[in-house]
């Protein structure tokens, strides 16, 4: 009872909390996953990114529209002839937060620090590959001088850390340096926002706003990070106005969010696709020899390709993504429309059972006897093993509509769900003949298409794929210097995947996100149009959001969303809470009475 | 009334004998949790660094340096070896997933745990208790029977659903009715846990989650206490003690309920053991970052290091509980020392 007076006190004092003119503003975001580190060479998470990216600078970000290479700490930067020379501008109005200047040393500091390998390099290297030397002529140039031409450049996202701090902390420190505020002191950044609170894997992260911002300070005067484990208790945060944004939720809970009072949702475009993939032949990378048991149907690239049209895209975008999703065909989504192959019209990804019955039969697969198809050599096909992710719901309702339609097509699967990491185990040894997964796929689509060369198979690979044609063009556009010549490269690939079908794209993903709009303004999706407000390449949105009071002041301003109010009635949560709390009342009484009565006999007995 | 025992008497172990065998036999679990402990994890599916590393690693020269960084390019008995030596010396290792020493880790995690279900138990068995005194002594009262009833329905309702519902109705507030307490957290982002407000204000933040568990627990403590209550008030020197003319109220607290309260005892003493290992749902939904959270987020990786500190620390936990609970029952019952 004493703990109840008491609580009661604060949470009065706490509940009329709206922003006066000189109370600071603070934006509060609610993330679903924890930031795993902020030392940016040890986190993963995407969480752990957006931290970074506040806290600090990078030579390269990213534009809005299409997520390409924009300038940032580099001011400029431009290449030798050869493609072999690259030389950055800094910008000499940078400082560190502690009052330091930012120069081209810090830079060359922080890129040999992952040249020299460790956690460092785990994480960033793959942007420092194929370079030779690092040079800082002066404290506004940075020399990159490259072993061979990269078509990667000048996408450089590396967090820039300052020298006069880092130098501290040696190699050995660096697996476990948690770069964490310390007595009440922020964290020495250049970025955007300092870091004044938090630790890696904790629940609440404080950054306060850096005035001296070479790019302009914010218009906001706090971030504050909040983690929720799940997706109702944050939904139900936003609604209280406990926080101002809530990101990756699902479709039904944005539909029951739309239409309250101050809140806007949407499913923003997610540059990722999902996919069932097939087992094309694994082997034993030291050997060669073949490796699993994968079904002798699914190592033939026509009976893969038949599939691509027993797939009701449509109904599965309907169904297992209630809605939210674009019907997908090749790995390279819509939001990176330069990189991008479609289908020619008479083989764009439609469901037409009969094509894919026809395209069965041309390739020896025909019904036997006892009415399922056979090999070509007249041999059954068995059962198909098609395995789905147990912790998604989605890939387990897309590999069992996946399953009906093989079905009606008269060929027998069974469906199984497994941990992720068990399939991925069940990956690597090759006992599978399909399964369902996805990926994000980054602005530059490098990463993406290596998973599809030779090389990855027993590493990156889960499909085992394996084509000549296919990692020649990979190592030309690798170092293509030319952007239409690239372009026209990495779509060639994406013709060559599609008629091979190790995977058959599904869909592309969304992620849903709900805002107070009558709080903030003048947030810009990414890519713009139809992406997503929060969890972007860069920080666009919390530098350049304003209080709702203020949203005339960019009301002018390229692309910005001027975020509407709708007006509107009782939202869907609230009516599922009460009916829920509707059937545990019933419940309650029902119980209650049955004791009541089933007492009631014995209350003579005692004594 | 029962027979005297026969004359073969069974000579009775002094305490001192009874508590060094009993502590002996702890150390000896101890150890052998130590050595389960390594090889339980590595018998799970996946793989650490492709795990974490989906979409991040992109080459086999980045996955490689993580391996290298974090011990897993060692061979197993090789990694075994470190982890004993380690273990030894306090060291349990370094968080694959948070990259922090895992004993950091579990202090932080350990002490909103320690709240939480610590506070949760404490009430839920002062509360349990008190209420199966009340409904064993006067069984089929009004009073009994809601309190049968309520906490039976409580005690099958499911934790995190019990906490939704609490957090409709007490954070959010149907309709007109304010919400009076946060939807989720440990704290307030701005409030320094350590000072007197921020006791406040995590005492405010916990009072869902702690009612949600408080709740869920009940029953366990109310039905035991109940129905060991219930056989004492059959026993001859219940009669007795009412014979000597002794008042209800005496005779229920100084006689029935004493005897009663031993395989409570038992409950509580095993309840506290658990006590480390959290409560995984209710955490889930209040967003509290205890030991349960880290424990089951940890199996996903697998964070091995993590997975066996925690293991570790909740094994010893009930373990040493166990052990408390065998050294006072020594003392309450000295039969048992046989």
């Keep these: 009872m004493a703990l109840a007076l008491a609580s009661l006190a604060p949470g009065l004092a706490l509940a009329p909390a709206t922003a006066s003119e000189d109370e600071p503003v603070t934006f509060t975001v609610a993330y679903l996953n924890e930031v795993d580190s902020f030392n940016p060479f040890l986190g993963i998470e995407a969480s752990s990114f957006e931290m970074w990216s506040l806290m600090y600078d990078s030579l390269t970000g990213y534009a809005m529209e299409d ?541 | 009334m029962t027979e005297l025992p026969a004359p073969t008497r069974v000579r009775r172990r002094s305490y001192r004998r009874y508590a060094a065998g009993k502590a002996l036999g702890a150390l000896g679990s101890l150890g052998f949790m130590l050595v389960v402990n390594f090889f339980l994890f590595r018998v799970l599916p996946g793989d650490p660094a492709r795990t974490l590393g989906r979409g991040r690693f992109t080459t086999q020269e980045q996955l490689e340096e993580f391996n290298a960084t974090y011990g897993l390019d060692q061979s197993l008995p090789q990694q075994f070896v470190t982890y004993v030596q380690n273990t030894l010396t306090g060291d349990l290792g370094i968080s694959l997933r948070y990259r922090v020493p895992v004993s950091d880790l579990i202090i932080d995690r350990m002490w909103p745990t320690l709240l939480l279900v610590g506070t949760s138990t404490l009430l839920a068995a002062v509360i349990g208790i008190w209420m199966g005194v009340n409904s064993g002594w006067r069984r089929g009262s009004r009073f009994d029977r809601g309190a049968t009833g309520s906490s039976l329905t409580l005690y099958s309702m499911p934790e995190w659903w019990l906490g939704l519902l609490l957090i409709y109705l007490l954070a959010v507030g149907p309709g007109p009715l304010p919400g009076l307490f946060p939807t989720g957290g440990l704290h307030s982002p701005d409030v320094d846990p350590s000072s007197p407000a921020g006791v406040l204000d995590v005492a405010w933040h916990l009072t869902l989650p702690v009612l949600t568990l408080t709740l869920a627990y009940l029953a366990d403590y109310a039905l035991i206490m109940r129905s060991s209550l219930l056989d004492e008030i059959g026993e001859d020197y219940v009669t007795t003690a009412r014979a000597k003319g002794l008042r209800d109220v005496q005779v229920r607290n100084r006689h029935a309920v004493r005897n009663a309260l031993l395989p409570t005892t038992t409950v509580v003493a095993l309840s506290i053991g658990f006590v480390v290992t959290g409560a995984i749902t209710v955490e889930t939904v209040f967003s509290i970052p205890g030991l349960g959270l880290l424990a089951t987020e940890a199996l996903t990786v697998p964070d091995y290091w993590v997975l066996q500190g925690t293991l570790l620390v909740s094994t010893a936990a009930v373990i040493f509980a166990n052990l408390a609970a065998n050294l006072v029952y020594g003392l309450l019952d000295p039969r048992v020392r046989t």
């Design chain 1, 67 to 607: 997520m390409q290479p924009t300038p940032a700490l580099a001011s400029e930067w431009e290449t030798s002839e050869d493609g072999l020379t690259w030389t950055f501008t800094i910008r000499d109005d940078a400082t560190w937060s502690d009052g330091e200047p930012l120069t081209a040393q810090d830079v060359l500091y922080t890129y040999e620090r992952i040249r020299d390998g460790g956690p460092e390099r785990a994480t960033w290297g793959v942007y420092l590959k194929g370079v030779e030397s690092v040079t800082a002529p002066d404290d506004t140039t940075v020399v990159l001088q490259l072993e061979e031409p990269s078509a990667l450049l000048p996408l450089l996202p590396i967090p820039i850390v300052p020298e006069h701090v880092w130098s501290d902390v040696s190699d050995d420190d660096m697996r476990s340096y948690g770069n964490e505020p310390t007595g009440g002191e922020p964290v020495v950044g250049s970025g955007p926002f300092r870091l004044v609170e938090g630790t890696a894997g904790g629940s609440t992260y404080r950054l306060e706003v850096n005035p001296d911002y070479w790019g302009g300070a914010p218009h906001i005067d706090e971030v504050v990070v909040r983690v929720f484990k799940s997706e109702d208790p944050a939904i139900q945060a936003l609604v209280t106005g406990e926080v101002d944004f809530v990101e990756g939720i699902n479709a039904l809970q944005v539909q029951s969010l739309e239409g309250r009072d101050g809140i806007s949702a949407q499913m923003g475009d997610s540059p990722g696709f999902d996919e069932i993939a097939f087992n094309t032949g694994s082997i034993d990378t030291d050997t060669g020899e073949p490796l699993g048991d994968p079904n002798p149907a699914v190592l033939d690239p026509a009976f893969r390709w038949a599939l691509n049209f027993a797939i009701d895209r449509d109904q599965i975008i309907e169904t297992a993504y209630q809605g939210a999703g674009q019907a997908g065909d090749t790995i390279i989504p819509p939001a990176y429309a330069g990189f991008r192959w479609e289908p020619p019209e008479e083989d764009a990804a439609t469901y037409d059972p009969e094509r894919a019955a026809q395209l069965l039969d041309e390739a020896g697969y025909t019904v036997g006897d006892d009415g399922f198809r056979t090999l070509p050599n007249g041999d059954p096909i068995g059962k198909l093993r098609l395995y789905a992710r147990s912790d998604s719901q989605t890939s387990v309702d897309v590999i069992e509509l996946f399953s009906e339609w093989l079905a009606d097509l008269d060929i027998d699967s069974e469906v199984r769900a497994f941990e992720s990491s068990k399939l991925t185990d069940i990956i690597y040894e090759g006992t599978f003949d399909a399964f369902e997964w996805g990926w994000y796929v980054e602005p530059d689509p490098s990463s993406m298409l290596s998973y599809m060369t030779c090389d990855e198979r027993g590493n990156w690979s889960d499909s085992w794929y394996c084509n000549e044609e296919y990692d020649t063009l990979f190592e030309q556009q690798r170092i293509e210097q030319d952007d239409a010549a690239r372009e026209e490269q990495v779509q060639q690939m994406q013709e060559i995947l599609y008629y091979d079908a190790p995977y058959l794209v599904t869909a592309y993903s969304t992620v849903g996100e709900a805002w107070r709009s009558d709080r903030f303004a003048c947030l810009r999706q990414q890519p713009d149009p139809g992406g997503v407000y929060l969890i972007q390449y860069g920080v666009h949105n919390y530098v350049n959001m304003r209080p709702a009071a203020e949203a005339d002041e960019c009301a002018g301003e390229e692309g910005t969303t001027q975020l509407s109010q709708e007006a509107g009635g009782e939202g869907g949560v609230s009516t599922a809470f009460l009916v829920g709390g509707g059937v545990v009342l019933v419940g309650l009484l029902a119980v209650g009475g049955v004791v009541a009565m089933r007492r009631r006999g014995t209350v003579g007995d005692r004594e």
